[in-house]
């Protein structure tokens, strides 16, 4: 058997597995004790979790294993929101977009103008479509002509001034859309797109350097997303929901060890497994949000059924008086 060399490029499979596996994966690698693994494995046994596993020499490659894996196509371009669940999809793929804005709004505010305006028109070009009829059902449709205008300012190198005001003016909308949703929805969502960045990122680093400058950045983009939702949440008068906004935090801040600067500069780990371990982690953060939303759910549920069964009990004693 050959033996690995510790210098050379690792080859990284982004696979889906079960929770109770993907527990018990983080365990053996350090990321959480057998203890809690052991304390979260029954409650988290619906729950899917991404993992990055490092083997042997090669090149970087994001085969996805499953139902649900993003496809990865075109220029290496994830298609992002491989969530099942619609809402999470959704929610990811409204993320997906504003990602690829804030990396845009970055490349422009350094003056990378050409990357910037690549950015701007993928919203519109590989996403909305996909989150079209859901944002006129509520609507929010106006959100493609922000997205478009925002791009026509971009190639039409305005002032970076007005850029960033139609960002702020697009991003009020999207919080609106957010609005509608529970916040472990929300967090589904981030931690989708965090999976999605790890698959970026994987594209960008195939062959063991930094050979798709695009995707790289869109990794780092979506991560600003995940970033600024997290710290939101940090500071939200619900102390659970609190206490799992600085979780993802947290786990952002670790991902900074995958890169250099905007334009891939700079001394860095080049391991997608970062990533995918922090999605990991963050989706074990989030679970007893999770849990609190739907017994919270149940129990109304439970007290409506209630209310509705006294009211028929009280109508059937009327009429037999």
Do not use: C
């Not at 993003?70 to 809402?87: C, L, R």
């Not at 959704?90 to 504003?98: D, I, N, Y």
């Not at 944002?135 to 300012?153: C, M, N, P, R, V």
């Not at 991560?223 to 659970?240: F, G």
């Amino acid at each position: 058997m050959a033996e690995r060399n510790p210098n050379g490029p690792r080859l990284v499979t982004a696979r889906r597995v079960s929770a109770l596996t993907g527990l018990a994966a983080l365990a053996a690698a350090g990321v959480i004790s057998s203890s809690e693994a052991q304390a979260e494995g029954e409650s988290a046994a619906d729950e899917s979790l991404i993992l990055a596993q490092s083997e042997g020499e090669g090149e970087a490659s994001a085969s996805a294993e499953g139902d649900g894996a993003a496809s990865v196509g075109g220029e290496g371009e994830a298609e992002g929101g491989a969530s099942a669940d619609p809402d999470t999809a959704f929610l990811s793929g409204l993320a997906f977009m504003e990602g690829h804005i804030r990396a845009g709004l970055a490349l422009y505010e350094q003056g990378d103008l050409q990357a910037a305006k690549t950015h701007m028109g993928h919203p519109i070009e590989e996403k909305y479509d996909a989150v079209a009829e859901r944002l006129a059902e509520t609507g929010f449709d106006t959100l493609k002509e922000q997205i478009s205008a925002l791009a026509a300012a971009t190639e039409a190198e305005a002032e970076y001034a007005e850029i960033e005001q139609q960002y702020a003016a697009m991003r009020e909308t999207l919080e609106a859309v957010r609005e509608g949703f529970s916040p472990a929805q929300q967090v589904a969502g981030l931690i989708d797109l965090t999976r999605v960045a790890g698959e970026e990122y994987t594209v960008a680093v195939e062959g063991g350097q930094l050979s798709n400058l695009h995707e790289y950045q869109d990794s780092w983009g979506f991560l600003r997303v995940v970033e600024t939702e997290a710290r939101e949440m940090a500071n939200s008068e619900d102390a659970l929901v609190a206490e799992v906004g600085r979780s993802l935090l947290e786990q952002v801040e670790a991902t900074g060890a995958a890169f250099g600067d905007l334009q891939g500069e700079g001394a860095f780990e080049m391991d997608p497994s970062i990533i995918y371990g922090a999605a990991a982690r963050m989706d074990l953060a989030s679970s007893q949000l999770a849990r609190a939303e739907g017994e919270s759910a149940a129990s109304g549920e439970s007290e409506e059924e209630g209310e509705a069964s006294a009211e028929g009990e009280g109508e059937g004693e009327g009429e037999s008086h």
